[in-house]
């Protein structure tokens, strides 16, 4: 069981958006803007999407966007694309002991 | 573009040490902006951090795993290592090494490909 609460999987067509949610409480997603956002492809490296709740990398498309209201963040994508299609998961700082904690993982499938 | 190579044994017999070494390349080790973390995910379930060092060495570990855990850094092969004691099957996991950054933020940005360790007899 991870620390913070994804739904196991979404799915969208191509064109549409959807939000995928990462819950986690007081302790670390509502007490620090130190949300990250990490995309997977089978048998790859994670690749940051998001960082500091809202922040992009470079080279991320501007089709990928973080929030987060109380102890939930949510990272949505807009204009699915096939390419699109991967494991998403969500990480937080945690304070300077646990430092981190992760969410279990979204399945996004582009129908 | 900085990449991350984990490498060691697929196979480590229970109670045994797990040891798994990851190389960096096109980036530094010794870069003092940096640390350096391992993570793991056990099959079907979700990612845990294990612990970050420092190019100079200094150390933060899970409060979980802290009695089991040694991560080190040898700058001369850009490399740094993870050893974990008396490994059950729930040590069992895809482990991963990774990239963050040392002040005021934290973010994974490079990871490796990652390794499966499986512990059975």
């Known amino acids: 069981q991870s620390a913070l609460t994804q739904p196991a999987s979404v799915s969208g067509s191509p064109g549409q958006s959807i939000t995928i949610s990462c819950t986690g409480t007081?302790?670390?997603?509502?007490?620090?803007?130190?949300v990250s956002w990490y995309q997977q492809h089978p048998v790859k490296a994670p690749k940051l999407m998001i960082y500091?709740?809202?922040k992009r990398p470079s080279g991320v498309s501007n089709r990928f966007s973080g929030s987060k209201s109380g102890n939930t963040a949510s990272l949505t994508i807009s204009g699915l694309q096939a390419e699109d299609e991967a494991n998403y998961f969500c990480c937080s700082y945690a304070g300077s002991s646990t430092f981190v904690v992760f969410g279990g993982g979204t399945k996004l499938t582009v129908l | 573009q900085v990449q991350l190579q984990e490498s060691g044994p697929g196979l480590v017999n229970p109670s045994e040490t797990l040891s798994l070494t990851c190389t960096v390349s096109s980036g530094s080790v010794n870069s003092g902006s940096f640390y350096w973390s391992w993570i793991r995910q056990p099959p079907g379930k979700g990612l845990e951090w294990i612990g970050y060092?420092?190019?100079?060495?200094?150390?933060n570990y899970n409060p979980s795993l802290k009695s089991r855990v040694s991560i080190s850094v040898d700058t001369s092969k850009n490399q740094f290592s993870l050893m974990l004691s008396s490994v059950t099957a729930a040590d069992t996991a895809v482990y991963y090494c990774?990239?963050?950054?040392?002040?005021?933020?934290?973010?994974?940005?490079?990871w490796g490909q990652g390794t499966l360790v499986t512990v059975s007899s």
């Open positions: 007081s302790s670390d997603v509502g007490s620090y803007n130190l």
């Open positions: 060092i420092s190019y100079s060495g200094s150390t």
């Open positions: 990774a990239r963050h950054y040392d002040s005021g933020t934290v973010f994974f940005d490079y």
């Open positions: 500091e709740v809202t």
